[in-house]
Every structure is written in structure tokens, then in C-alpha cells.
């Protein structure tokens, strides 16, 4: 799944390395078939990625390198909801009210409680976030019309640079390398889980929907 993004819907190789596999197709074919869900959900997530990015600065308000990272992340991911939010008021799509997915809850749970190993594993989860983000727009792009395919692409580099920039952050703050590396791989075994195994309702993060109508 690795390589170059082409309209054939391939993945940014950095990041089809780090994930530990591969959506499944089930999930595209949903998506791609209740695109008002998808889009959604999707400015929520926008919306939840600049919400996460600021927290971080208010939490982690002493440290100077991560407070200026988070505060251009934040910057473009609501660039990103507004985007979103266009679209969705150009297709006349009615805004309702969706329950969050499991995944990023699911994920944090997985959060160890004292420092620096809270603020380690937050900033995989949101490289992992991002980079799930990155293969969901990569792949689906080719099954859209031509507006949503375009904006997706163009979305491509800003979620692969933000994937990076999660990611260079755990290793910075990890005293061991290998300690990052063992994170990623207990995180990701949860996440293929929710990747995977079929989900109640069909969002950005969620798994194969069992209806792809469930709101």
C-alpha cells in the first residue's frame, strides 16, 4: 500500500508504514455510499483535531517547541472544518446531531497516567489519528465526485505533515527510543481492532458499518 498518492488512491509511504493495516474495503464502499455522514463527521473531526491541538498547549504550556507545533496544527485543522463546512452547506446537507465514534475514546483509555509517559502516548494516538486520516482520504478520493476528490487530495500533505509532526514530538520526549516504539506497537494493535471489527454507525474513524445508514 505504499508509495506516491496518485488518483488510483495510493498512500503516502511514510505513513502506510506506520499503520498496522489497512482500512477495510467494506468501510470505503459505506462511505463513499452516505456521503452526508461522511461529511459530517468528518468537520467534527476537524473541529476535535483543534480542540486537541489547544488543550495540549494549555496543558503542556511551559514547553515552548510544543506550544508552537500545536498552535499551527490547530491553525489548519480549523482551515480544514471551515473547508468542510463549505461544502457541506453547498451540497444542502441538513446538520444533525452524530454520536462520536469509539476510536478516539477507545484509544485514549489506553493513556498512561503519570509524565512524561501521559504526554508520550497522547501525541502517538494523534499521529496515528492523523495518519488513519491520511490513508481514509487517499484511498476514497478516487470514489468521489470530483469536487470531494480534489479537496481530499489536497488534504493529503497537511494530514502526512501533521502525522510527522505527532510523531517527531513522542520521540523528542522519550528518554528511550525504544520506549516510542513499544507505545506504537501496544496502540496499534488496539487500533486495528477498531479498524477492523465492524462498528454500530459509520464515521470518519469507525470500523466496517454493520448498516451504513446507522446515524
Known sequence: MSGAVTRSGR???AVSDFLPCASPDAWFAAAAGDLPTLLLDHANCEKKAASTALGMMFRYELETAL?????RLAREELRHFEQVEKIIDRRSIARRRLAPSRYASALHRLVRADEP?????????????EARSCERFARIAPMLDAELAG?????LNSESRHFTVYLE???AYASDPGEVDSRVAAIG???????????TELRFHSGPPIASNNA
Open 11 to 13: 498512500v503516502p509511504a
Open 189 to 199: 494493535e488496539a487500533e486495528t481492532e477498531l479498524i477492523t471489527e465492524p462498528d
Open 67 to 71: 506550544a508552537a507545533r500545536m498552535s
Open 117 to 129: 509517559g501521559r504526554l508520550i502516548d497522547r501525541l502517538i494516538i494523534g499521529a496515528f489519528i
Open 169 to 171: 514530538l513522542a520521540r
Open 151 to 155: 479537496f481530499y487530495q489536497g488534504l
